[in-house]
């Protein structure tokens, strides 16, 4: 029995790492339909930039904890920069506090510019992270199998 559980966790811990892999190309992926819907709605609309997180906002994680500290009474920035990232990698976070640091603080061009700026800049961490899921995932499954079974046959 504890062979079993033993080898349940390693295969459990490999495909975990993997999950790991492809989530952060979700959250990215969510990440860039945001700042392409943002862009629109700030050419078409100059929406605040508080109506524009929550009306565009539905693909970011962070997204109802970051409206619940604005109605508590922090500014856009603020509670982005208290929200944004939780649970992220420390490279995807930076990206995103500092994001949020300049939405909301220029023109309407001034906007259009960083949301595009910042377009590029996650579009080449979501190419990243997408090679990186299609080379280590693969890989942390078969190492949590072979883990597995070498630490079952090591306690045989």
């Not at 023109?107 to 960083?114: I, P, R, S």
Request: with cysteine.
């Amino acid at each position: 029995m504890g062979a079993i559980l033993l080898l349940a966790a390693c295969v459990t811990a490999g495909f975990a790492e993997s999950r790991k892999l492809s989530v952060r190309v979700e959250r990215l992926e969510g990440f860039l339909k945001f700042l392409s819907a943002a862009k629109a709605e700030i050419r078409y609309t100059a929406s605040p930039v508080e109506r524009i997180l929550a009306r565009q906002g539905s693909g970011l994680d962070f997204q109802p904890g970051c409206l619940r500290a604005m109605e508590q009474g922090m500014n856009f920035q603020q509670a982005w920069e208290a929200c944004a990232g939780m649970g992220w990698n420390k490279t995807d976070a930076a990206l995103l506090r500092d994001f949020g640091q300049g939405f909301g603080a220029t023109d309407l061009e001034g906007q259009l510019a960083h949301c595009g700026l910042y377009e590029r800049l996650a579009g080449e961490r979501l190419e990243e992270a997408r090679r990186e899921r299609d080379v280590k995932s693969k890989l942390y499954r078969t190492l949590g199998v072979s883990g597995g079974i070498a630490a079952v046959l090591l306690f045989l």
